[in-house]
């Protein structure tokens, strides 16, 4: 189950989960406060169970549009509280543009209760600063307080996703802040921005050679777990002789591969574009960054991280292993012979 599917956070651990629903168990919880959104924008309904979203259905309608205005301070407080929150890694420079547009402040005091357990839910929230605590009631005990927010975190995606009700209650014990964004703006902009990725990963990943022994939902977990980044003319990607951090498929554009010999010689080994990728070797030897990327012209690569590589790229390995002679083989070209270039293995 990928992370935006998913959708849970560990309260303790701060882990994804793959559970589709909030397991008393593994405290994972989706939890989001009955707050009211500024006027005049969406009306609250009594039920939104038997509301259904399908992204691939959804027409963009920028008339419908979210914005609200915030002075500089505030935008840069929110960039700041948003940065790290896992729903948002698959969203580029204009979607994640549209999320700070979409989201509002709004202010809690201690003992207000911000989300009740079993209400219907209609917002998202990031927490920007205070301290909240959690708590869910069960057939054999009222009320039992099972984990707290303290200055960070989010906190009700699977109500929106999946028309669930509340799995807990969140009353703030301190005066703090939070950002909302409304279930409508949530859908459109997250759920549809996930979607599009995955399709458009699909595409691409289907043109990879080495992922052909994947089965099809592999590939599609695959695609989940890749992140955008984009890259200038000239800018450095990675470093010959970095610790590797990931592998990057090109979407766009293109990468030239340069390579610095033993004897400081330098030369470029290759350039790679759109289906073709970079980074495994190190991942699979455990050894520094054997070359170094820079971009030509704009490039967009789909960036896998190394957790998420040892975890979806299994059954790829022997693939990826028999390629170490080809680049043997490529440098011998190159340098003329293998005595002045490090053994990759």
């Known amino acids: 189950m990928s992370d935006i599917a998913g959708g849970e956070y560990?309260?303790?651990?701060?882990?994804?989960?793959?559970h589709l629903e909030p397991q008393i168990g593994s405290v994972a919880w989706d939890i989001s406060p009955s707050l009211e959104e500024p006027p005049n924008r969406f009306v609250r309904r009594k039920s939104v169970f038997a509301?259904?979203?399908?992204?691939?259905?959804?027409e963009d309608d920028d008339n419908e549009k979210a914005v609200y205005p915030k002075t500089e301070e505030q935008r840069q407080r929110l960039e700041e509280s948003v940065q790290n929150i896992l729903?948002?890694?698959s969203l580029d420079e204009q979607q994640m543009r549209k999320v700070l547009d979409a989201m509002f402040e709004?202010?809690?005091?201690?003992g207000q209760v911000v989300i009740k357990q079993g209400d219907d839910g209609d917002y998202f929230y990031v927490i920007q600063n205070g301290i909240y605590s959690i708590y869910v009631s069960t057939e054999e005990e009222n009320r039992k307080m099972i984990g707290t927010y303290e200055n960070s975190g989010s906190f009700g995606e699977l109500a929106l996703m999946y028309n669930?009700?509340?799995a807990a209650t969140i009353e703030a014990i301190t005066p703090g802040s939070l950002w909302a964004m409304s279930r409508q703006v949530f859908r459109k902009i997250v759920l549809k921005s996930a979607f599009k990725k995955r399709k458009e990963y699909e595409t691409l990943l289907e043109k990879v050679p080495m992922l052909e022994s994947l089965e099809p939902y592999e590939r599609m977990n695959l695609c989940d777990a890749l992140m955008p980044k984009t890259y200038q003319d000239g800018e450095l990607i990675i470093r010959q002789g970095d610790v590797a951090d990931g592998m990057y498929f090109v979407?766009?554009?293109?990468?030239?591969?340069v390579m610095q010999s033993d004897s400081d010689e330098e030369k470029e080994l290759l350039r790679l574009t759109k289906g073709q990728y970079f980074g495994?070797?190190?991942l699979v030897t455990h050894k520094p960054r054997a070359a170094s990327a820079f971009a030509i012209g704009s490039v967009r690569?789909?960036?896998?991280?190394?957790?998420a590589f040892e975890r979806l790229l299994g059954p790829c390995m022997d693939i990826i292993k028999r390629n170490i002679d080809q680049y043997e083989e490529q440098l011998i070209n190159v340098f003329g012979s293998k005595n002045d270039i490090s053994d990759l293995r």
């Open 10 to 18: 560990l309260l303790t651990r701060r882990h994804s989960t793959s």
């Open 51 to 58: 509301e259904q979203y399908d992204p691939a259905e959804d």
């Open 87 to 89: 729903l948002f890694r």
């Open 106 to 110: 709004k202010k809690v005091e201690p």
């Open 164 to 166: 669930m009700p509340r």
């Open 251 to 257: 979407e766009e554009g293109m990468v030239r591969i």
């Open 280 to 282: 495994e070797l190190a």
């Open 301 to 307: 690569l789909a960036f896998l991280d190394v957790l």
